[in-house]
């Protein structure tokens, strides 16, 4: 089976590759468990700003390929996040064309997508767009 795991803002300030979010945790024990049951996985995730860097959980590449897409929401800083949530109407147009390109390109059987209620959103949206496979999303509270 062919497995997407969406996780956004995966990228930390160098420094951080120690400290991570659960939020990202999950999506990447996810993804071992998936392999180690002889599962193709596929993570996708966010760009992140520049000068930032992966979190040490992230699987190597060449054994979960990495994907990234842009990112249609508004965001604070890490740790800061007093600015109002909402989104970015052009990106989050551009970010849905490129989750449903990979899922076609990637030949997805299912996308499982991690975080709040905005990733939850997400989700509905990319199954009324006629996503070629399910989509899931574990949401955190």
Excluded: W
Excluded at 2 to 24: A, D, F, W
Excluded at 40 to 49: A, K
Excluded at 85 to 109: E, K, N, S, T
């Amino acid at each position: 089976m062919k497995v997407g795991l969406m996780v956004t803002g995966i990228g930390v300030p160098p420094g951080r590759e120690q400290n991570v979010s659960g939020h990202v945790q999950l999506p990447m024990r996810t993804a071992e468990l998936l392999r180690e049951a002889g599962d193709e996985v596929h993570l996708i995730t966010t760009q992140f700003r520049e000068g930032y860097v992966l979190p040490n959980v992230v699987p190597d590449s060449s054994l979960v390929p990495l994907h990234f897409v842009e990112d249609g929401r508004r965001r604070g800083e890490i740790g800061k996040q007093n600015q109002k949530a909402g989104y970015h109407p052009l990106a989050m147009v551009g970010q849905l064309r490129q989750i449903l390109r990979l899922i076609r390109d990637l030949d997805l059987d299912v996308l499982h997508l991690f975080g709040m209620d905005r990733m939850s959103r997400l989700a509905g949206v990319l199954r009324l767009l006629r996503s070629k496979c399910p989509v899931i999303s574990t949401a955190y509270r």
